[in-house]
């Protein structure tokens, strides 16, 4: 039941991902040939790089997990963890903002804190 909601956590964001416009997304799949603890989630938006560990919630990464995650950032990517959509939402609003990228309304009228919270209520 718990991988089901970690599967379902994955789905949901992928599908929230794909409607920011000029941004590209991939679910990593792990395997023999990829480094371990990566996150789930890579991607990209109008040249920043972005990398999401997904959780079921209520559980955290592990400590290879933290560490990769740190790592993404200290190469100037923005990267995270999240147990939820709505947290992921919030995260990414902050985050690009941080990297100076302002995401557009249907308008093309860069988001405010609340015009962003308005479209992304849960």
């Not at 903002?97 to 309304?105: D, E, H, Q």
Request: a positive charge.
């Amino acid at each position: 039941m718990k991988a089901g909601l970690e599967k379902n956590l994955k789905e949901n964001a992928l599908k929230w991902l794909r409607t920011i416009p000029e941004s590209k997304w991939l679910k990593r799949h792990g395997n023999a040939y990829t480094e371990a603890g990566n996150p789930d989630i890579e991607g990209c938006i109008k040249g920043i790089h972005v990398e999401i560990e997904l959780k079921k919630p209520g559980e955290k990464p592990d400590g290879l997990q933290l560490v990769r995650i740190e790592e993404w950032k200290k190469a100037g990517a923005v990267a995270f963890w999240t147990d939820n959509l709505a947290d992921l939402r919030k995260k990414m609003f902050f985050e690009l903002v941080a990297k100076g990228i302002f995401l557009r309304t249907e308008t093309g009228e860069r988001h405010t804190t609340e015009s962003w919270n308005k479209r992304n209520q849960t």
